[in-house]
């Protein structure tokens, strides 16, 4: 009977380190979980910054462009106008 006890506790024993080293893979696995989470949250952010910065460097491009285009048609205007001459 005492070697059937024995036994029961060392299967207990086994079953306990078992589900012990179980737990600590799934709290591993929800902390790394956790930290993807928050580097996929972090690349999102950086890509719509990135976008953003995109649109807004585009935007700011087509603004110098037209701001060009308007000095140089200012400019062309001013040549081809006929200077009044001092008599």
Known sequence: ???????LRA?????Y??????E???????HSLSHK?????????FLQYRDNSD???????MFFEKLRQHIHDKAVALES???????
């Open 11 to 15: 299967r207990e024993a086994e079953k």
């Open 55 to 61: 649109k807004t460097l585009k935007a700011n491009e």
């Open 24 to 30: 600590q893979n799934i709290q591993h696995l929800n």
């Open 1 to 7: 009977m005492q070697n059937k006890s024995q036994q």
């Open 37 to 45: 989470e928050h580097l996929l949250q972090e690349f999102q952010e």
């Open 81 to 87: 106008t006929p200077r009044k001459r001092k008599a």
């Open 17 to 22: 380190n078992e589900i012990r080293t179980q």
